[in-house]
């Protein structure tokens, strides 16, 4: 008979309706797993509606804005029950890159850190419960949010709001790690709508990249910061 551990990883990935969410899906139900994956609203996005067929039962898709705590809570509530090897938030917002800090309306700006910092580490806080004690946790991050590396400037607001999402990872791993592998991941400047038609990486490539990453940390307690071909990244 074979192994669970060989065919039911669960996967949980929060914003995967188009972009490198749903190659995300795509990949890990091509490893064999079962995912369970999140968009915003209740009408399916027909790229979804097209794995759901393919997939043999191995894909839910479920509503869930993570920028709405109740939809967080509600979720949590969906997966009572059920265990995760993997809990990866994808979801994330860019705005101009040429935009200052002294532009930026503040609507905007709280717009993207509460939607790249604080609301993907509410999803973490609610629901690594079901992230079984030696399994993955997961953000997009960017190497723009690195402190360490910025001297170029750019992307201010952007920048700003994966650092604050690194520094609050940093801090929940201080106090509630455990055994986890925890990381914040640079999937590379890939070609969607958020990162234009002149990036140099495809979807495939970064989402099959991310997926071997998160596997080789797999079981490793603690935190890294890497890029979707394992490479350290500078805090």
């Known amino acids: ?13 929060l914003g ?22 999140t968009q915003r609203g209740v009408t399916v996005a027909p790229a979804l509606w097209e794995l759901v067929a393919k997939s043999e039962g191995a894909l839910t898709i479920l509503s ?43 609507d905007e700006f ?11 580490m509410r999803a973490i806080e609610q629901l690594a419960q079901y992230v079984r004690p030696d399994g993955s946790l997961a953000v997009m991050s960017s190497a723009l949010g690195s402190i360490s ?14 650092a604050a999402l690194n520094m609050l990872l940093r801090s929940y791993v201080a106090r509630a790690g455990g055994a986890r592998s925890i990381l914040a991941l640079m999937p590379g400047w890939v070609r969607t709508d ?10 495939k490539d970064s989402t099959r990249g991310l ?3 998160i596997g080789k940390h797999a079981g490793r307690s603690g935190l890294v910061f890497v890029d979707y071909q394992n490479n350290e990244i500078a805090w």
């Not at 795509?26 to 064999?32: A, C, F, M, Q, V």
């Not at 850190?113 to 609301?119: E, G, H, K, Q, R």
């Open 64 to 106: 869930a804005d993570i920028n709405l705590p109740d939809d967080i809570a509600a979720l949590s509530r969906q997966l009572d029950g059920i265990t995760l090897d993997l809990l990866f938030v994808v979801a994330g917002v860019s705005d101009d890159p040429n935009q200052t800090i002294g532009q930026i309306s503040t």
């Open 194 to 203: 958020m990162g234009g038609p002149d990036a140099p990486v495809e979807v």
């Open 149 to 162: 590396t910025n001297t170029n400037g750019g992307y201010e607001i952007y920048r700003a709001s994966k």
């Open 16 to 37: 995967a309706s188009r972009g490198i969410g749903l190659g995300l899906v795509e990949e890990y139900l091509s490893r064999g797993w079962r995912v369970i994956a």
């Open 1 to 13: 008979m074979a192994s669970t551990e060989q065919h039911q990883r669960t996967a949980l990935l």
């Open 211 to 213: 997926a071997d990453t």
């Open 110 to 120: 709280n717009h993207l850190m509460v939607t790249n910092a604080l609301s993907p």
